[in-house]
């Protein structure tokens, strides 16, 4: 290799090989590469788009970011398939092999132990939204309400709206705070992340819960019925479950669908860690 080190995830020596002609970041092949019995899978990335100052410049880019992401995960994806990965943040990039191999020096016991808690686990995503009933039913309503007569029938009007919302609002937080202790419960361990932002996501509704969970990947499928389980316990709610994911949430970095918001920029090309 004779480009910059683009590291995705560090793992044990793989029991089986990865699929034949992965690509990843920048339509790189990813390979493993190994040192002190761990794999770091990477690949090769031109400098002129992946050094300190491009890629700050990249960053900003959010169809570039997109692009990347995307490429991120399917590597993280293929490695999910045949072993238990510990992800790096999105744009996690070095300067040549001996930088991988100094970050994992560096961090090999937090590596190791992390390895261990997550062997055989998987993330699962659950995300519930407020979705809103009484504007729904004005919407679907022959009639539109009548014009307040005076401003006291307008005052008492938005009163009686504001209680309802308060309503509505409580009802929700009741059912996501149940619906997350009995997740919980299941679960070996969990993140509440913050609620998203419509108008950054695009997600209908409010979010009220944003929630990952890591369950044993031979228990998926009852975590899985559990969560389906709840779908229909509240009106107006909408219980949304993603994954199995490798352990993001778990992993002390940044999962790649995030990063438009929080990712500052990846790893310094010099090789620190």
């Known amino acids: 290799m004779t480009g910059l080190r683009y590291v995705y995830a560090v793992c044990r020596p793989l029991e089986a090989p990865l699929q034949a002609q992965l690509t990843g970041v920048a339509g790189a092949p990813a390979k493993p590469l190994a040192h ?26 959010l169809d570039w970011l997109a692009a990347t992401a995307r490429a991120h995960q399917g590597v993280i994806d293929a490695l999910t398939v045949v072993t238990t990965p510990l992800p790096l943040r ?27 808690r997550l ?10 939204y407020l979705e809103n009933v009484e504007s729904e039913r004005a919407g679907q309503s022959a009639e539109p309400a009548p014009r307040p007569a005076s401003g006291r029938d307008y005052l008492r009007r938005r009163r009686q709206e504001s209680r309802a919302h308060e309503d509505q609002w409580q009802r929700a937080e009741a059912f996501a705070t149940a619906l997350h202790g009995k997740l919980s419960a299941f679960a070996e361990d969990t993140r509440l992340h913050p ?14 819960l944003n929630a990952a969970y890591l ?18 316990d509240s009106p107006g709610m909408r219980v949304e479950l993603t994954g199995p994911w490798a352990a993001y949430s778990f992993a002390g970095d940044t999962p790649p669908e995030e990063t438009p918001e929080e990712a500052p920029g990846g790893e310094e090309v010099e090789g620190r860690a």
């Open 215 to 232: 369950v044993p990947r031979a228990h998926s499928e009852e975590f899985v019925e559990l969560v389906d389980r709840t779908k229909d």
């Open 119 to 128: 062997d055989g686990r998987v993330e699962w995503g659950v995300k519930v």
């Open 36 to 61: 002190h019995g761990l794999i770091a899978v990477v690949s090769e990335v031109p400098e002129q788009d992946f050094a300190e100052e491009p890629l700050r410049a990249h960053l900003e880019d």
């Open 195 to 208: 609620p998203q932002n419509p108008a950054l996501t695009g997600a209908a509704g409010r979010n009220v």
């Open 90 to 116: 999105l744009a996690t990039v070095f300067r040549d092999d001996s930088g991988v191999r100094s970050m994992i020096e560096a961090r090999e016991d937090h590596i190791r132990r992390t390895l261990d």
